[in-house]
């Protein structure tokens, strides 16, 4: 049986990853506010991603199903 917890945190890491290339997309204001959402929106995805590889590092239902936790990259995207 798969992870719930593995499933939902899993979806909020991708709705942050899109959140945070979507905010990557072009300049759709000010530079400053451009620059203040790309940071906070990049932390967000970091925040998410840590949450879905520690949780695989200590599920044993996520290690069951072969599962392998990565590193997390913290840099913005397109670098």
């Known amino acids: ?3 719930a917890e593995h499933e939902s945190l899993n979806r909020d890491w991708e709705l942050k ?3 945070e290339i979507s905010a990557h997309d072009g300049y759709k204001g000010s530079v ?3 620059l203040i959402e790309r940071s906070r929106t990049n932390s967000e995805r970091i925040t998410a991603e840590t949450r879905l590889v520690n949780h695989m590092k200590d599920c044993p239902v996520c290690q069951s199903e072969g599962r ?3 590193t997390v990259d913290r840099h913005q995207p397109f670098h």
């Open 1 to 3: 049986m798969p992870c």
């Open 17 to 19: 990853w899109r959140a």
């Open 32 to 34: 400053k506010s451009v």
């Open 68 to 70: 392998k936790p990565w």
